[in-house]
């Protein structure tokens, strides 16, 4: 399973998400527009990011992309279902989908903290998906929607 995450602000978020990656045996994440990768413009880490992740950026393959959209046409070329986690009239509870025991080429796409998944990223994915809502609240912390969406496929299969 590898994971796109597009457009996401926070250093802390995506520290977080590498730190769960690691954990869950993710094999790559791609940093799709303007996610922050662990370093710096001069190569220096980010001590925002690398108190967070505590070293996950070392053990978790990752990869700059300028476009989710591109990188989504390439990973479905090379035969990845895409799966995007959004809230949207077509999303199925994350709960409902189950692994096959062969299906080990997915891609979860994770998207922007106020904006969310763009309805282009959206209209590419193989699946949408949703954790439902109960409270007043619309929405999870990217990073904690990530780990219960990603545990989720790690054990139910």
């Known amino acids: 399973m590898v994971v796109i995450l597009d457009n996401i602000r926070s250093l802390h978020n995506t ?14 994440i791609y940093l799709a527009g303007i996610t922050p990768d662990p370093f710096d413009r001069f190569g220096r880490p980010r001590q925002q990011f690398v108190k967070v992740s505590l070293g996950a950026e070392k053990t978790v ?31 199925i509870p994350y709960y409902k989908v189950i692994l096959r025991p062969a299906q080990d080429k997915i891609a979860l796409v994770f998207g922007n903290e106020v904006s969310g998944i763009s309805r282009a990223i959206l209209k590419k994915a193989d699946k949408i998906l ?13 990073a904690v929607a990530f780990g219960i969406v990603t545990f989720h496929f790690l054990y139910a299969k």
Do not use: C, H
């Open 61 to 91: 393959a990752w990869e700059k992309a300028k476009s989710a959209g591109r990188l989504m046409d390439k990973l479905k070329k090379e035969g990845y279902e895409i799966w995007a986690v959004e809230q949207d009239k077509k999303a």
């Open 15 to 28: 520290g977080s998400i590498f730190r769960t990656a690691d954990a869950a045996g993710i094999a790559k």
């Open 130 to 142: 949703e954790i439902p809502m109960r409270g007043k609240k619309e929405s999870l912390n990217v």
